[in-house]
T-cell receptor
């Protein structure tokens, strides 16, 4: 079945540690996105990528980094510089015309 | 900067009541518009989308939305809600120039039997 797989589903980390969230899609979509979802704030765009080896900052990129070495993979690293990392993170991918967009199940990160 | 506003943060209705959720966006260029729904404990899923053509768009589960370009609005409507429509609804906009898909803050809808 085609879809987006995010892992891990739940993650705990100590302050000062970097953590990488995985996002893999087998939909052959060119575009991939990372969002952060917080109660009352909707989904805020962290980074997005329209093509392999290229990505752009979204509205809240500070403290995060990404890579897009393969079409199917778009991992997100939450660095120790992110001041408020505890959140629910959603990965998405879409066709070039954005007509079809799929979301992963999300990863919930808790910083202790 | 591109932004999306959903003015209704929390809406409470009885079954069979009519629904209208507001969505306004700030970008003036060519845009694609979307409404997504997130049922409790589930993924985001697409309700409907507008790319071009007829500004009145019909989606799944009896929802529709009207694109009014002069008002930069894309309001979601349903004539008669059901308890199963209880969910969070997100409006989203993507501009042709930036390729950034921006979401509104969401509207939580609670429908009581």
């Amino acid at each position: 079945d085609g879809g987006i797989t995010q892992s891990p589903k739940y993650l705990f980390r100590k302050e000062g540690q970097n953590v990488t969230l995985s996002c893999e899609q087998n939909l052959n979509h060119d575009a991939m996105y990372w969002y952060r979802q917080d109660p009352g704030q909707g989904l805020r765009l962290i980074y997005y990528s329209q093509i392999v080896n290229d990505f752009q900052k979204g509205d809240i990129a500070e403290g995060y980094s990404v890579s897009r070495e393969k079409k199917e993979s778009f991992p997100l690293t939450v660095t120790s510089a992110q001041k408020n990392p505890t959140a629910f993170y959603l990965c998405a991918s879409s066709t070039q015309d954005r007509g079809s967009m799929f979301f992963g199940e999300g990863s919930r990160l808790t910083v202790l | 900067a591109q932004s999306v506003s959903q003015h209704n943060h929390h809406v409470i209705l009885s079954e069979a009541a009519s629904l209208e959720l507001g969505c306004n966006y700030s970008y003036g260029g060519t845009v694609n518009l979307f409404w997504y729904v997130q049922y409790p404990g589930q993924h985001l899923q697409l309700l409907l989308k507008y790319f071009s053509g007829d500004p009145l768009v019909k989606g799944i589960k009896g929802f529709e939305a009207e694109f009014i370009k002069s008002k930069f609005s894309f309001n979601l409507r349903k004539p008669s809600v059901q308890w199963s429509d209880t969910a969070e609804y997100f409006c989203a906009v993507i501009s042709y120039n930036t390729d950034k898909l921006i979401f509104g803050t969401g509207t939580r809808l609670q429908v009581f039997p």
